[in-house]
Structures are given as C-alpha cells and as structure tokens.
C-alpha cells in the first residue's frame, strides 16, 4: 500500500471489506423462522381449541339429536337412560347471571369512565385506575368466595321479603360477576373516551357548552363505538366466568326468569367445570357432553369478541 | 452490471489519491437515473450525478422536495420503508448497490449515516461508541478504538471523565457529535448527514461544522441541509432539487436542477430558479 | 338598519338592548337553575359510580381478612389439607404445586410470548394474510374463557395426542398458553415503545437487523416486557377454572412434583375448602385467599416499581 492516505481511519480496512453477503445471514433467517414459530403458536393453539372441541361434540351429536339439545327445556345428564340433553336451562341460566352482571357493570363502569375522562384531576387518575387494575386482578374464586359468604347474607338482610330459600343465588353471583368487570367496562369505555380529539369538546365549550352537556352530547355519542365494545366484552366475560358462578350460584339445573334473583342455577360453565372434575372415562356420553356444551360457550363468546374488536377498530380508524 | 460473476466485489486502496481538495478525478457515487417511489407515488425523479471522493457534497432545497429520500438511497436505509422502492443505479466506486447480491447490511458498515435528531442509544458513551466495531466483529483495542473515534469527532475532552455515564445526559450538540463519533468508529468511508444540525443551537452548529470540515480529510461527506448558508459555508459540491409537479397537480416528486461547484450554485448558477432560490426569492 | 348615538332610541331598540343584556346576564352570571343541579348532581353521581365500585373492592379485602385472620398462622402455610381438622389444616401441597406449576408456566411465556412479539412487530409484513391472521387470532384468544382452556387441557395435553396425565407440568402449559396472549400484547407494546430512530442508528451502523434487537430493542423494553410477564403470572396464579378440569382437584395431601403423581394449585384448594359447608373450612378458604391476595399484591407492587425505575423515557 504505497500511497499514505490509507494511514486515515476513514480509508484503510473497510475499503476491503466486501459488498456482497459475506455476513451469517443464515442465522438471521434461523431465528426469524424461531420467531415466526412462536408467533404461529397461537394458531396451533386456537386449532387445538377447535379440534379438541369438535371431536366429541361429533360423537355426542350422534347420540343425541341437534334438536333436542338446542331447543330442549330438560337438563339432567349422566342419569344413564333417564338423562336428557337440552341445553336451554344452562344456557338461560348463563343469561341470567350476564343480565344481572352487566346491570351493576355497566352503569358503574360507564360513569366512572365518564368520571375518570372528563372530570378526574390527573392525579386522581394515577391513584384510582391501579385499584380498579388490582379489582381487575383478584382471583375469581376470592370473588365467589365474597359473595356466597358476604354479599349473600348481605342481600338476605337488606331484601328480607324476597324468599332467600337457598343459599345459593343467581343473583348474589351476578352481582358479583358484574363487580369483577367492573375494571373492563371503565378502562375500555374511557379509552374510548379520551380518544374523543379536543377539538370536539373544545367547540362545543366555545359554544358554551357545560361540562354535563359536553360530557353527554358530544363525548358519548362519539365514544359510543368504544362503549358498545366494552359492554360486549362484558358480556363475554360474564357468559365464560366460572368460579363465581361455580361457588354462589349453586347447581340446580332449571330455567328462572331473569327477576327471580333468589334462585339457585346452573350455568354452562359450571356445568363444565363441576362435571369435569371427576375423572370421567373418553368417549363416554357425560365426556362428549361437556364438550358440546363447552362448544356452544365457545361459539358464543368467539362471537362477542370478534364483534367488540371490530367495534374498537371502527373507533380507532375515526380518531386515530 | 460490470463485475459480472464477481461474488465480493472489492476496491483497491492504491488506486485511491488525493491531490487538491476540489479536484475530482475520484468518484465515491455515481447515481444513474435513479428515481424513488413510496408505494406508487414518486419521491424522487431521475437524478443523475457524481459525487467526489473526500469532499462535502450538500443537497439543498425546499422541504418536501426529495433530498433526505436521496440521501438514504446512498445507503439503502430506504429499504427500511416498507413500499419504498429505488430505480436506476447507485454505483459505489465501482459496484451497483441496488445489485441483488449486494447485502445492504454490509453497505452500511461502509456508509455510515448521521440523522436529524440525535440519537444516541440509552446506554454509556462508551458503549455508544463500541457498540458499532463490535457489531462488525472488530478485534482490535476496543479502549483505543472509542478514544480515537471520540477525539476525531472533538468530544474526547469534553467526555473522557464519564465514558460510563449515559449518554442522554449530554447537551443535544454533544450528543450529536456522540453520533458522529459512532458512525466513525466503524471506519467507513462515507458519512451521510441528513440534517445534522436543525435540531441544534448555533453554538453546536458551528462545533459541528468545523467537525465536517475536519473529517473532510479522511472522509467523504453527503450532507442533507435545509440551511443555505450552511451549505455554502462547509460544502465543496451543491445539488440543488426542487419539487415538480405534473400537469393537473396531483402528484408531486423531487428533481436535482442544478449541480455543480458551491461557489458556481451560489454567485454564478446557471438555472434561474437556482439563482432565485439561493437569494431566498423562491422555495 | 344602521343607528348611530344621536337618534333617540326607538321602543323597539330598546327591547333589543335589554334582551340582549338579560341574554349575557344568563351567559356570564348565574345559570339556569337547571344547568346548576346538572353540574353538581352529574359529576357526584359519577363520582358515586366509582366509590361503589372502589368500596367493592375495599369491602372484599377487609372481609378475607376479617375472616381469615384467626387462621393466618404457621400451619396455614406449613401443613397438608385435611377434611376433618379445620382447625390446623394448611396449604402446603397446593402453595408448592402453585411454585411448580408457575416456574413451568415461565419458563414457557418468556421464550414463546416475547419472540411472537418481536416476529409481530419487528419482522412480519402487516401486507401478508397470514400475518395477520396471527394478530387476530392472538386478539381472540385473549377472549376465550379460560374453561375453554381447560377443555383443551384436558383433550389436548392431559388425553388426546401430548397424553400427559394429570401432572403439574399439564397444568402449567395449560396456564401458559391461556397467558400467552397477555405476554404476547405487553411485549409488544413495550418493543413498540422504543422510538425508530434507535433502530435505524443501529442499522446505519452496519449492525444486522438480530444485532439491532438483541442489543439495543430488546434491552431498552426489557422493564416493559418483564412487567407485562408478571401481570401475565399473578393471572396464572390466580386461575383455577382450567386447573378443575385437568386433575388439580384431586385431594393431595403429599407434596406434588412437576412430572409425575397428583397436584393441587392454591386457588383449586381455596376452592375445594370453600365448597364444603361447615364455616371452619369457609374461613380456613378466607385466610388462603389473603395469602394469594398477598402474593398478587407484593408482585403488582414490584411491576408498578419496576415501571417506574427502569422504564426508559424517550
């Protein structure tokens, strides 16, 4: 190398250094099919989901007729040759604990979002949506657990004429299930909220606009998107909840009009969760029975869910 | 193109020399029609030019007309947009870098590339500065590797007491000239600016420049700046682009109008909408 | 109609001015009596709102640990469960099932949750189908019930083609892939947080697109990713609908191991106390929960201060 300019840091080695791939991109591609791997899982798992679910519900549609599942009023499996596969008590059951739950859920969650959005002083934001977060976190069985033993007596004594004959009651559980959703309606509903642009509210308060008016004329219709997500999110939540249920609501299979809180009943879930805790033999009808009916729970909130997302998406594409 | 066959295609030093700062026997980049599209639309029309080995080569012109677009075509950071899509050739020394077996990764180890906002990692100056050799594998003295890396860029004084110590805690100045430290640290041969110091007080901007001035020694220097007597103060070479637009106004892309010398572009332009732009009349 | 000062004022100019006054007076001054109750009423019904549900959860833990309280002891933590001694049973084999049941559940969600986030958002090109397919997907599966988990469990890992039996380590992939999803989005959001310009320096370095994320991405996000994990594990912990599903139930009174024999998880025994009907074993679930509120808690605390300290500010 005669001449001296290749002394200069800027001139010397890397003018060797070649353009073409010369780098392990081997590698790079390796552990981009590692990723990509466990991105795919989900996939894999939602399949499983599926075929897992599809399977037996095949093997106990050739039992029992469509029908008779669907549209019968008669819940008694694993009776042997008395059983009888309509899926309606459970399935009315499982509304009745939602209707309950979302009329405490969606009234205290919707005002505290408007609360949390509109009139909260910042710093009452950063201390009150943790403690919604940690009510969010605590276990379902605590909240079974509180309700069988604390909100039931306490309903008992504060409605002492309706007939409180069992312990357990849909109501009691629904009120429960709608305290643990609680955190879902406020934090999406006020994400909904404050992704209102302030230009909105802004003119309308040059309007002279008051808070209140602002707060229900302009922020919640163009929030509403969000809010109807929230409240189907709720409603997924509360049909696939299982251990407050499981605990409070008792395991009496019958059909109850969504007003008779006092009655003890059986819903989907826990139908699934107290038949399959005994170890019960494959392919057996009881089996297959908690899969047909683990389908329909699926179907249901799979639904619910792909509505909300398409509903948040609406809200995002306007104001985003 | 040329180096048919060639896998690696490699530069002989010996056939690099510098006589005069202007004189332009050495080509580092020949751009030939190149045009760059994001998706459809087109960014960038069909520029064609030279620029020089060991000189500062600014292009100038007004916001939205290409010249940031063109300056990461040198060394395919475009290929991080996604649509984004280069046409023409961009010839380094002798080889096409938009050639399919060039690997844009290495490209980069010989361009470096100083952007607008400083951005240093959020890690120690040190590490800031060795961050870049180690990713190429370097084996030498990494200590000594930082320390002359850090006084070519005039920081070394001003840092040798906290190498350790993030480097968010710098002033913006510093810390631009932290990146430039870094993208010298890795030896290139070109350092691509793009607006280096818009978002840097005058004091830093004039350290800065007598930076680029010192660096022109050892280094060629693309600059992207919007600042016309920066680029008449530092520049040896001037392109100026401006924006076109087609018949019904719908869509809009940068053209290179004029280059040449930065005393010709700014006392003696050819175009008249050059000469109408540097005295501030246009753009 | 133009008037100037010096033409007297008609009646009719006159009103004008008055009711214009008696507009700004409405405007400026005191509101309709109305508009008044609105806006105390409005927000202290809100306000309302918010303390019921505040005193939902304040009433909740002062209950537990009212009813707990007498059997926060040693034996609580210490002892196996017994159906016939309320008094000094404990929750031994089910807080040591929980541990193993957890490590397996991380051991699991780091690898798969964080290297899905970085594929989403580092790698995969929104343009392909599949790509997003996968996103949607992840969003749905973070609604599916997780007794919907358990069902797989149980056909899927327990039975069917993993055919685990009912070992901890079934209950652990259970619990992690009902998780995932929880990783998956924090993790991305954190990996999503680090600003482009930090890539993009590293890329104009020469540094390949690995050497970008693993040493300037990945460790600028790592507080956020480390506290979306432990979000994702105090919802492990406290799951016990899958856990009834795929052999957690079952009364242990030994203490379980990962792979073999049968275990219990903490919230499956406060279940299982909980359904019986005398008061002791009621009160005996009570005291559990305030061991797992605890744990939930102390992590949750540890997440919020690990937020705080290390999260990088851009």
């Not at chain 2, 430039?180 to 007080?201: F, H, K, N, W, Y």
Request: with cysteine; glycine share 8%; hydrophobic share 45%.
């Amino acid at each position: 190398m005669p001449t001296s300019t290749t002394d200069a840091p800027g001139a010397g080695a890397s003018q060797r250094r070649p353009l073409g791939a010369s780098s392990p991109r081997y590698g790079e591609r390796i552990i981009k099919a590692f990723l990509a791997l466990c991105a795919g899982l989900s996939v894999v798992v939602t399949i499983a989901i599926v075929i897992s679910l599809v399977a037996p519900t095949i093997g106990f549609f050739q039992k029992v007729p469509i029908t008779e599942f669907l549209f019968g009023t008669k819940w008694s499996p694993g009776f042997g040759e008395q059983s009888s596969y309509g899926v309606l008590p459970t399935v009315v059951a499982t509304l009745d604990i939602v209707a309950v739950s979302l009329l405490v859920a969606v009234p205290i969650g919707l005002l505290s979002a408007f609360y949390l959005s509109e009139y909260a002083h910042p710093r009452v934001r950063r201390v009150v949506k943790p403690m919604l977060e940690v009510l969010g976190g605590i276990p379902t069985v605590a909240i079974g657990l509180f309700a069988l033993m604390f909100l039931r007596p306490l309903a008992a004594k504060l409605l002492p004429f309706l007939g409180w004959d069992s312990i357990f009651s849909f109501g009691v559980a629904g009120v429960a299930v709608g305290l643990m959703v609680v955190p879902l309606v406020s934090s999406v509903s006020e994400d909904a909220m404050r992704s209102v642009p302030r230009g909105l509210r802004e003119g309308a308060y040059a309007l002279g606009a008051s808070k209140m008016r602002v707060s229900v004329r302009v922020v919640f219709p163009a929030a509403i998107s969000g809010i109807v997500a929230a409240i189907v999110l709720a409603t997924s939540r509360a049909i696939g909840e299982t251990m407050v249920v499981l605990i409070a609501a008792g395991a009496t299979s019958q059909i109850v009009p969504p007003w008779d809180v006092t009655e003890p009943v059986q819903t989907m879930t826990a139908f699934i969760g107290s038949t399959a805790t005994g170890d019960i033999a494959t392919g057996t009808i009881t089996y297959n029975t908690i899969f047909a009916v683990g389908t329909l729970l699926f179907v249901m909130t799979l639904s619910m869910n792909m509505l909300a997302m398409h509903l948040v998406r609406r809200f995002r594409e306007v104001y985003e | 193109m040329d180096e048919s066959g060639a896998p690696a295609i490699q530069v002989d030093p010996s056939e690099l020399h510098t006589h005069g700062h202007i004189e332009h026997s050495k080509k580092v980049f020949e751009l030939n029609k190149v045009s760059v599209y994001y998706g459809d639309s087109k960014a960038v029309s069909d520029v064609s030019l030279d620029i020089y080995h060991r000189n500062i080569t600014a292009l100038i012109g007004p916001s939205g007309c290409g010249k940031s677009t063109l300056l990461r075509s040198l060394n395919r950071m475009n290929d991080l947009i996604p649509g984004a899509r280069v046409e023409g050739e961009v010839f380094y020394h002798e080889s096409n870098l938009y050639d399919r077996k060039v690997n844009p990764v290495q490209v980069r180890k010989l361009i470096g590339m100083v952007f607008q906002k400083p951005n240093p990692f959020p890690k120690s100056i040190y590490e800031n500065v060795a961050f870049g050799p180690k990713s190429l594998g370097m084996k030498d003295d990494m200590d000594d590797i930082v320390e002359q890396a850090l006084r070519d860029a005039a920081l070394w004084d001003e840092v040798k007491d906290r190498l350790h110590t993030n480097a968010y805690g710098m002033s913006g100045g510093q810390q631009q000239r932290l990146c430039i430290a870094r993208a010298i640290a890795t030896q290139p041969e070109v350092i691509l600016m793009d607006e280096p110091c818009s978002a840097l007080d005058p004091v830093s901007t004039g350290k800065i420049e007598d930076l680029m001035l010192e660096l022109k020694r050892n280094y060629s220097i693309v600059i992207v700046t919007h600042n016309m007597q920066q680029a008449a103060r530092v520049s040896d070479m001037t392109a100026l682009l401006m924006v076109e637009l087609d018949s019904d106004e719908h869509n809009r892309w940068g053209e290179v109008i004029e280059y040449d010398d930065t005393n010709k572009i700014f006392t003696n332009p050819r175009d008249p909408r050059t000469d109408q732009y540097v005295s501030g009349r246009i753009g | 109609m133009v008037t100037n000062e010096k033409t007297p004022r008609t009646g009719r100019t006159r009103l004008a001015v008055a009711g214009a006054r008696a507009g700004s007076v409405s405007v400026f001054g005191k509101s309709s009596p109305g508009e008044r109750a609105g806006s105390v009423l409005f927000p202290a019904v809100l306000l309302l709102a918010l303390t019921l549900a505040l005193t939902g959860l304040a009433s909740l833990l002062v209950w537990s640990f009212v009813k707990g309280y007498p059997r926060l002891d040693a034996n609580l933590i210490f002892n196996a469960p017994s159906t016939l001694f309320p008094a000094t049973a404990g929750f031994r084999p089910a807080i040591l099932g929980t541990l193993y049941i957890i490590a397996g559940v991380i051991v699991l969600i780091v690898p798969l949750g964080v290297g899905a986030a970085i594929y989403l958002e580092e790698y995969a090109n929104r343009e392909r189908w599949y790509n997003r397919l996968i996103e949607l997907n992840i969003q749905n599966l973070a609604g599916v019930p997780s007794i919907v988990f358990g069902i797989l469990g149980l056909a899927f890992i327990v039975r069917g083609p993993l055919d685990l039996g009912f070992i901890a380590a079934s209950a652990s992939i259970t619990l992690a892939l009902l998780v995932l999803p929880t990783v998956i989005l924090a993790a991305r959001e954190a990996i999503r947080a680090v600003p482009p310009s930090i890539r993009e320096g590293s890329l104009a370095l020469g540094a390949t697109q690995w050497q970008t994320l693993s040493r300037q991405v990945l460790p600028a996000s790592t507080p956020g990713i480390l506290t979306g994990v432990i979000l994702a594990i105090s919802r492990a912990i406290g799951e016990a609908a899958p856990l009834l599903m795929i052999g957690a139930v079952t009364f242990v009174m030994f203490d379980p191991s990962f792979f073999s024999g049968g275990y219990t998880a903490l919230p499956v025994q406060i279940y299982n106390y909980a359904v019986r009907p005398q008061e002791e074993f009621r009160n005996l679930a009570a005291a559990g929960i305030i061991v797992m509120l605890a744990v939930l808690l102390l992590m949750n605390s540890f997440a919020v201060w690990l937020r705080n300290r290390y999260e990088q500010r851009w």
